[in-house]
Every structure is written in C-alpha cells, then in structure tokens.
T-cell receptor
Framework: DGGITQSPKYLFRKEGQNVTLSCEQN?????MYWYRQDPGQGLRLIYY???????QKGDIAEGYSVSREKKESFPLTVTSAQKNPTAFYLC????????????FGPGTRLTVT | GQNIDQPTEMTATEGAIVQINCTYQ??????LFWYQQHAGEAPTFLSY????GLEEKGRFSSFLSRSKGYSYLLLKELQMKDSASYLC????????????FGTGTQLKVEL
C-alpha cells in the first residue's frame, strides 16, 4: 500500500540531546513537509522540500534541521537549540504542482524532559 | 499575510446537523481545504473548494464564498465517530504549495 510512514510513534529524550524523526513516503510525491502541532494550536510549518536536495525554512525553523537526499525520505532533526521541543510532529507530502491536498503521516509524539 | 479564524469548540447531538465556519484573510486565493483530525492521529483530507458554492460529498458538504472570505463545513446525520477536530487551511502565496492552518474546531458529538 502507498503511504507515509513516521517512526517511532512515541519518542522520549533527555534535554540537551539531538533527536531525528523519520519520514518516508512511497507515493512518488515531489514535495514533503514537516509540521509541529501543540495543544489548542493549528499546524505550524517547520520545513518543506519541493525537490530532492532542496529545502526551505517554514515559519518556525529555529532549532530544527532537515535533509532531502532521496525523494522518499525527509528526516527532521530536533536539536538541543530548540527551546520547547515537546510536541506532536507531522510529516506530509503532495504531488509537485496543482491544487492537490497534502497527505499526512501518522505523526510522532516527542517528549523531552 | 494569511489569517484564519474558526470556533474553538462545538457540541452537537448524534443524528443532528452541524455547521463549522471558517473565515480567512489572504493576499491571494488559491482554494480552501478542510481536514478532519481525530485525537493523536494524522489529519485526513475532506474537501477542497476553489469556486463559490456548495460541494456535497456524502454526509459532508463544504461551502465557499470568495467575496466574503468565508467557508463552512456541514456535517449531516452526525455519528459519534465524527467527534474530532476540523481544520480549515488555505494555500500560502509565494510558492512551495504551503498551507496555513486554522487552529481547528473541536467537535464533540453527544448522545
């Protein structure tokens, strides 16, 4: 089945550690996105990538980094510089152009203590 | 820039009809999306409106008025499983096919 996978579902880390969240898609989509969701708030865009080897900062990129070495993969690293990393992280993808919806992965809930 | 407003919470009765409103302000318009999100899960696509009017899809319908910067999602014959957050989103101008999301409307369906 085609889709987007994120792993793990739940992740726990100590403060000061970097952590990488996985996002893989087999939909052959060009564009991929990372969002953060906090309770009572909408989705906020962290980073996005329209093609391999290219990515752009979203609204809240500070303390995060990404790479896009393969079309299928768009991992997100939450660095120790991110002041409030505990959140629900969602990855999404869509075909490159046109009025297409974004397809979301199941999300990773990161807790940093 | 873009700004989206939705009510924070709504409660409705099983079997009833509920209308969830969304108003937006955008420098350029390229359609409006509605997503459903159950707690702790991924948002799932419900509808996309780019022209004025009502689009019906089973129990769910979505309406758009571009001149008023207004959309609503209409849910008929409510079921308990419809209890979820409903997110309104509009594409950002400036490329990248980015979306800006409202904070979502938490719908609770009661017996």
């Amino acid at each position: 089945d085609g889709g987007i996978t994120q792993s793990p579902k739940y992740l726990f880390r100590k403060e000061g550690q970097n952590v990488t969240l996985s996002c893989e898609q087999n939909l052959n989509h060009d564009a991929m996105y990372w969002y953060r969701q906090d309770p009572g708030q909408g989705l906020r865009l962290i980073y996005y990538s329209q093609i391999v080897n290219d990515f752009q900062k979203g609204d809240i990129a500070e303390g995060y980094s990404v790479s896009r070495e393969k079309k299928e993969s768009f991992p997100l690293t939450v660095t120790s510089a991110q002041k409030n990393p505990t959140a629900f992280y969602l990855c999404a993808s869509r075909p490159g152009t046109g009025p297409y919806e974004q397809y979301f992965g199941p999300g990773t809930r990161l807790t940093v203590t | 820039g873009q700004n989206i407003d939705q009510p924070t919470e709504m409660t409705a009765t099983e079997g009833a009809i509920v209308q969830i409103n969304c108003t937006y302000q955008t420098s350029g318009f390229n359609g409006l999306f509605w997503y459903q999100q159950h707690a702790g899960e991924a948002p799932t696509f419900l509808s996309y409106n780019v022209l004025d009017g009502l689009e019906e899809k089973g129990r769910f319908s979505s309406f758009l008025s571009r001149s008023k910067g207004y959309s609503y999602l209409l849910l008929k014959e409510l079921q308990m499983k419809d209890s979820a957050s409903y997110l309104c989103a509009v594409p950002l101008t400036g490329g990248g096919n980015k979306l800006t999301f409202g904070t979502g409307t938490q719908l609770k369906v009661e017996l």
